[in-house]
């Protein structure tokens, strides 16, 4: 279980710039629990996957990672057992390395070894097969430079690269945002798989509601760094696109208030 208890975040404290963001977010995360995240623009969703990876100071509150609390990790450390991918490929690969030179990488994650000792010939046989499941012809493309990838292949790469070594969680910041439908319906099926296959724990932000709907065991919207609507089970498998839109329209009209929703 992952726990956010009682979050405070202000942005520019006392200056023209300030704002008030979470001011005691709660938020549970069980394990294996498949959470997507929607809110509007400026909401507090991106923050919170920075919060949880240790990437942003918050002003007070805990976070736990099952018994340990990382509120005051340095990211690093947080980051030997989070996997992050964001909405630019380019942030999620390193483009001047080969495609076996980043999974690779990816292998050292929390070891003390050297790159060398990785690039080992028995795992091109599992990379080439981990990279033919997303139909993008990369399992052909081990020694090409990633810099010479289309951003579907490269985010399909980031998603073998952050599972490699299954993390306690995998964060997703709008990761088939920038890619065209038929890649993205792609890129977001096999991350469904490899997420139900390995029983992973993953947050993942979209504003595809679709995809917020039919994908995950729960769903989230978050609005002015609140926890609005919170729905899994069978109450999420019979959500409807239209709900949700109506609950759009209700925050617009500024009258939110919990009891709405
Ligand atoms: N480093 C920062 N300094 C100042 N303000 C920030 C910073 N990071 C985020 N904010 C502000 O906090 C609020 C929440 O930002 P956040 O990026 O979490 O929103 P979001 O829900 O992910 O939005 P979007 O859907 O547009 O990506 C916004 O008003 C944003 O301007």
């Keep these: 279980m992952i726990l956010l208890k009682d979050i405070y975040k202000t942005f520019n404290k006392n200056t023209h710039f300030q704002k008030k963001l979470y001011e005691g977010l709660n938020l549970k995360i069980n394990k294996g629990e498949f959470i997507t995240v929607i809110g509007s623009n400026g909401a507090g969703k991106s923050t919170l996957l920075k919060v949880l990876s240790n ?14 609390e990382t509120t005051n990790q340095k990211s690093f450390e947080t980051a030997k057992n989070i996997s992050y991918i964001m909405q630019d490929p380019s942030a999620n690969t390193l483009g ?3 495609v076996y030179e980043n999974l690779s990488m990816s292998e050292l994650k929390g070891k003390k070894t050297v790159l060398k000792k990785c690039l080992i010939d028995k795992n091109k046989d599992k990379y080439k097969m981990l990279l033919s499941k997303f ?7 081990l020694d090409i430079d990633v810099s010479l990838l289309s951003g579907g292949q490269r985010q399909a790469l980031a998603i073998v690269m952050a599972t490699l070594k299954l993390p306690q969680i995998l964060l997703l910041d709008e990761h088939t945002a920038a890619l065209d439908p038929i890649t993205s319906k792609e890129v977001m099926k096999i991350t469904d798989n490899i997420i139900k296959e390995n029983n992973l ?3 993942m932000i979209t504003h595809k509601i679709q995809d917020a709907i039919d994908y995950g065991n729960r769903l989230i919207m978050i609005h002015d760094g609140k926890v609005l609507f919170d729905i899994s089970g069978e109450k999420k498998e019979k959500l409807k696109l239209q709900d949700i839109i109506e609950k759009f329209q209700i925050m617009k009209t500024d009258i939110v208030g919990s009891e709405i929703f």
Excluded at 135 to 141: A, S
């Design 55 to 68: 990437d942003l100071d918050i002003d007070s509150g805990k976070i736990l990672f099952g018994e340990k």
């Design 96 to 98: 001047a390395m080969t």
């Design 135 to 141: 139909n993008l012809g990369l399992e052909n493309k």
């Design 201 to 203: 724990t993953c947050l």
